[in-house]
């Protein structure tokens, strides 16, 4: 019934589809994924913003994706697809050019149809400012990922916490290349057990 309702909106001329994708590989499975999500308005002016699909892909080829893209905004009768937001990345221009090539009707000869990610060049950005290697930060960086790297040294870590009489409730975080604050969220979760960094030292040798 849920997917009824949405495929009346989806599929209604006079609703503007602002399409969002993203593709990659689980670090875990090595699979290729990719997710869509259609953001749009109703009639009540109510934005909604849905996940159409979520699948599991071949490869990261311009040609597939481009091809996976148009089955599903086939599969849900999307008569008006304005935009499409994808990062940087360069098999993702290729990708839009085949697609505004196959879409039945496209907003200004598709000027406005290709929208790079906002986040994904904060992210390009951010990582040019920290290419001058600060000592302490990578320091740090290399701390966090030799503890997560093993169950045994997370164990111990947590152990360390609890010795230290740290109060936070905060584990490390791990850094995630693309999200361009995954940096910050490392240094603020270090910070915030900072003192188990001692304690943890002199359980492992090693460290």
Same mark, same amino acid.
């Given at each position: 019934?849920?997917?009824?309702?949405?495929?009346?909106?989806?599929?209604?001329?006079?609703?503007?589809?602002?399409?969002?994708?993203? !593709?990659? !590989?689980?670090?875990?499975?090595?699979?290729? &994924?990719?997710?869509?999500?259609?953001?749009?308005?109703?009639?009540?002016?109510?934005?909604?913003?849905?996940?159409?699909?979520?699948?599991?892909?071949?490869?990261?080829?311009?040609?597939?994706?481009?091809?996976?893209?148009?089955?599903?905004?086939?599969?849900?009768?999307?008569?008006?697809?304005? !935009?499409?937001?994808?990062?940087?990345?360069? !098999?993702?221009?290729?990708?839009?050019?085949?697609?505004?090539?196959?879409?039945?009707?496209? &907003?200004?000869?598709?000027?406005?149809?290709?929208?790079?990610?906002?986040?994904?060049?904060?992210?390009?950005?951010?990582?040019?400012?920290?290419?001058?290697?600060?000592?302490?930060?990578?320091?740090?960086?290399?701390?966090?990922? &030799?503890?997560?790297?093993?169950?045994?040294?997370?164990?111990?870590?947590?152990?360390?916490?609890?010795?230290?009489?740290?109060?936070?409730?905060?584990?490390?975080?791990?850094?995630?290349?693309?999200?361009?604050?995954?940096?910050?969220?490392?240094?603020?979760?270090? &910070?915030?057990?900072?003192?188990?960094?001692?304690?943890?030292?002199?359980?492992?040798?090693?460290?």
């Amino acid at each position: 019934m849920e997917r009824q309702k949405l495929y009346k909106h989806l599929s209604n001329p006079k609703t503007a589809i602002h399409l969002t994708t993203d !593709t990659w !590989t689980s670090s875990c499975e090595k699979i290729n &994924y990719m997710v869509v999500t259609a953001h749009f308005i109703t009639e009540d002016f109510v934005m909604h913003k849905r996940v159409v699909n979520f699948r599991e892909v071949d490869t990261h080829k311009a040609e597939n994706m481009a091809r996976e893209l148009l089955i599903w905004i086939n599969e849900w009768g999307m008569k008006n697809v304005m !935009t499409m937001t994808v990062d940087n990345a360069k !098999t993702n221009d290729a990708a839009i050019n085949i697609i505004v090539k196959e879409l039945p009707g496209i &907003y200004e000869n598709d000027k406005h149809f290709h929208i790079r990610c906002m986040a994904h060049i904060i992210n390009l950005v951010v990582k040019m400012g920290l290419k001058h290697e600060i000592y302490h930060v990578k320091n740090l960086q290399d701390a966090v990922k &030799y503890i997560r790297a093993s169950p045994q040294r997370i164990k111990t870590f947590k152990q360390a916490i609890k010795d230290a009489a740290v109060e936070s409730q905060r584990f490390l975080c791990g850094e995630t290349p693309t999200r361009w604050n995954s940096t910050f969220e490392l240094l603020r979760s270090a &910070y915030d057990v900072k003192d188990a960094f001692l304690e943890y030292s002199h359980q492992d040798p090693m460290f």
